[in-house]
């Protein structure tokens, strides 16, 4: 798609999107709402107060969170993730079930105590970076050193530079220094964490601290006992489980799971692949850790579709208002 072809599809979504907010305060959109039917799981990540674009394009402000609860608890039925894969289901309306990937400290936090206030079930997918000494997620870590990172940067002598996204890519064949290392097990991330930081000491500033700070164990102890919250698994140390070696992903799965039941006192039984993706000798060795319900956001191969234990996900959209938020849902896509 050409420069002006992307700028006219632009417009478009935009003139759309706003259209629908129109209609919504017009009351003209209801009908829509309202008669809508089926299901989807959705995927939520970070919260936090302002600034959500911060250093990545996955967290949401507080406030637009609450309006998606206030839109499910006005039109939709949310389902925990049991009763998702239960099918038990709304038949007057369409059926949602929340989950929250990666074990942020602000999921504690803000959540919730929305879920209580909305009695909405949520299930959230912690990673065990805690037991590994580490209270971040590496990339997470990066993406801090992206934002407030020199323009360019030399690491392990390789010449990298900040592109238009704020991604530090490789001079020399434009690979960003993120996929570089994904690909990569843990201790390619641990050695790059300890040369950066001094670099970047985001540390010392605790009005970042709601955008890279890991849930303690504690807190996902308190997560545990509420009602509304479950404990699923996202891995050891948040690696691309397709990425390493199979005996390295089975222990990652394994150790999770340990790692998260002996601080909750509850079975896990719930596991989702980081970054959504996974092969079907990575899918095979979640079973055989005692995983029951499995995750994706998109699945990758043709048998999947029969899997009683695979469920597809929907990634929420932070630049889009709440009822576009609803539409794109019930439509099972974006415009």
């Given amino acids: 798609m050409t420069l002006p072809q992307r700028i006219q599809a632009k417009i ?38 302002t600034d959500h674009t911060r250093f990545n394009p996955i967290f949401l402000k507080l406030k637009t969170f609450e309006r998606h609860l206030q839109f499910y608890q006005k039109y939709f039925n949310v389902v925990s993730l049991d009763d998702y894969y239960q099918g038990n289901f709304s038949r007057d309306k369409f ?49 801090i050193v992206s934002k407030y990172g020199r323009t360019t940067l030399n ?10 996204f704020n991604k530090y890519v490789a001079k020399a064949n434009g690979v960003s ?5 994904r690909s990569g097990g843990f201790g390619v ?8 930081y001094t670099l970047v000491p985001f540390k010392e500033r605790p ?26 698994s996202h891995a050891y140390y948040h690696n691309d489980l397709a990425q390493i070696p199979a005996t390295d992903a089975t222990g990652e799965m394994v150790r999770s799971k340990q790692y998260l039941e002996n601080i909750i006192q509850k079975p896990v039984d719930s596991f989702a692949f980081p970054y959504g993706t996974y092969t079907r000798e990575v899918v095979e060795a979640a079973k055989g850790a005692g995983y029951k319900q499995l995750l994706a956001t998109d699945f990758h191969f043709e048998e999947d579709y029969e899997d009683e234990t695979m469920r597809e996900r929907f990634t929420v959209n932070p630049f889009i208002s709440p009822l576009n938020q609803m539409h794109a849902t019930i439509l099972r896509h974006y415009e």
Avoid at 209 to 226: N, R, V
């Fill in 12 to 49: 478009y979504r935009e003139t759309k999107y706003l259209g629908r907010d129109i209609s919504h305060l017009l009351g003209l959109d209801e009908s829509f709402l309202r008669n809508a039917r089926g299901s989807r799981i959705l995927v939520y990540h970070g919260i936090c107060q």
């Fill in 95 to 143: 059926n949602v079930c929340i989950t929250f990937d990666d074990g942020y400290a602000n999921n504690h936090k803000y959540v919730l105590s929305l879920l209580e206030k909305y009695r909405m079930p949520a299930t959230f997918f912690i990673t065990a970076i805690r037991d590994a000494g580490y209270d971040i997620l590496w990339n997470d870590f990066l993406s």
């Fill in 189 to 196: 991330k641990e050695e790059m964490m300890k040369l950066l």
């Fill in 207 to 232: 009005e970042d601290e709601d955008y890279w700070l890991q849930m303690t164990e504690k807190q996902i102890q308190e997560l545990s006992a509420s009602p509304f919250a479950t404990i699923g």
């Fill in 177 to 181: 220094l993120v996929e570089k290392l």
């Fill in 155 to 164: 690491y392990k002598n390789e010449q990298f530079y900040k592109d238009r």
